[in-house]
């Protein structure tokens, strides 16, 4: 076995590395307020250390391990299972939003996908027509439940065996991945394949990490979604299953209950959803 055959932490987190790598980005950060947030962060440590007396022995642990995270091109994944859900719930509170709540990103978006029209099928090989096939439609309205104009909705999502196309090789590289163009009253009809949950990988340091603790690798199976209309504030969400494994336990707390799907066979016998999205201004 190779990586260039089989998908490994190793492989998959120096994708993710690399991808973020080269989007050099940045923040106005002032100086007053990155000093109180490190007197913060670094307060936090000592709080830590002295409550639970942490040994020399797990301080050089703790140093390897953040040395391994690096190699292994982990940080994006161990940063987005483990911190993101914090910040995304301070970016959602911040102001007073009521539109469809958001969820994390996670480690696998990337921009510019293929456009596809509003009634598609995501792109897929034959081997994922194998798994179930879903139907996922719905409009993207403003808060008073009127359709947007220009609304596009970003999906990407893994196949049946939790893989995503540019982060495991060899998979076509706009797999499951796509940019829906609404019609022009925000409506959209997509047919895709219904994931399945998802271990994330656990061969590499945040494996270990986990491990350490007796915790586990998983999330809830789900679709990555990012909408966007003209004028409109912009949502990064997820959407899970009803009654699906670790929606209950997601390693990345990152499920919300208004972002639960309950599709159900339709006449054809294929399962079906609707889940319209309201946007926010602005
Ligand atoms: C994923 O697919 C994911 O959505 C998150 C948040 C972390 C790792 C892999
Ligand atoms: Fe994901």
Redesign the pocket.
């Known amino acids: 076995m190779t990586t260039t055959e089989n998908p490994t932490a190793h492989a998959s987190g120096n994708a993710a590395t690399d991808k973020f790598k080269s989007e050099r980005v940045s923040s106005d950060t002032s100086v007053e307020r990155a000093a109180a947030i490190y007197k913060d962060v670094l307060g936090a440590f000592a709080e830590i250390i002295h409550k639970h007396q942490v040994t020399y022995d797990e301080y050089r642990v703790l140093k390897q391990w953040m040395i391994d995270v690096g190699e292994y091109g982990e940080w994006p ?1 161990w940063l ?2 483990f911190v993101e859900h914090e910040i995304e719930e301070v970016h959602y509170n911040r102001k007073h939003f009521s539109g469809t709540k958001g969820s ?1 990103e ?3 978006y990337v921009p510019d996908s293929p456009k596809l029209p509003a009634k598609c099928t995501m792109p897929m090989r034959e081997q994922d027509k194998a798994a179930k096939a879903l139907i996922f439609k719905g409009q993207v309205t403003d808060l008073e439940g009127k359709g947007l104009q220009g609304a596009t909705i970003e999906l990407w999502h ?1 196949d049946e065996e939790g893989y ?1 196309s540019q982060f495991a090789p060899g998979i076509p590289e706009w797999n499951l991945r796509g940019t829906i163009e609404c019609d022009d009253e925000g409506n959209f009809e997509i047919t895709t394949l219904k994931p399945a949950p ?1 271990k ?1 990988p656990a061969d590499g340091p945040t494996g270990w990490f986990i491990d350490s603790y007796g915790g586990h690798p998983w ?1 809830p199976a ?1 679709l ?1 979604l990012m909408v966007k209309a003209p004028g409109k504030r912009a949502i990064t969400t997820q959407l899970y299953f009803q009654g699906g494994e670790w929606v209950e336990d997601d390693v ?1 707390t ?1 499920t919300k209950p208004e972002l639960i799907l309950d599709p159900q066979p339709n006449a054809d016998g294929v399962d079906e959803v609707t889940y319209n999205f309201a946007l926010d201004p602005q």
Do not use: F, K, Q, T
Request: aromatic letters at 18%; charged letters at 10%; hydrophobic letters at 45%.
């Open positions: 994944l987005d299972v994390i996670g480690p696998y893994a995503y998802y994330i999330r789900h990555h990345a990152a």
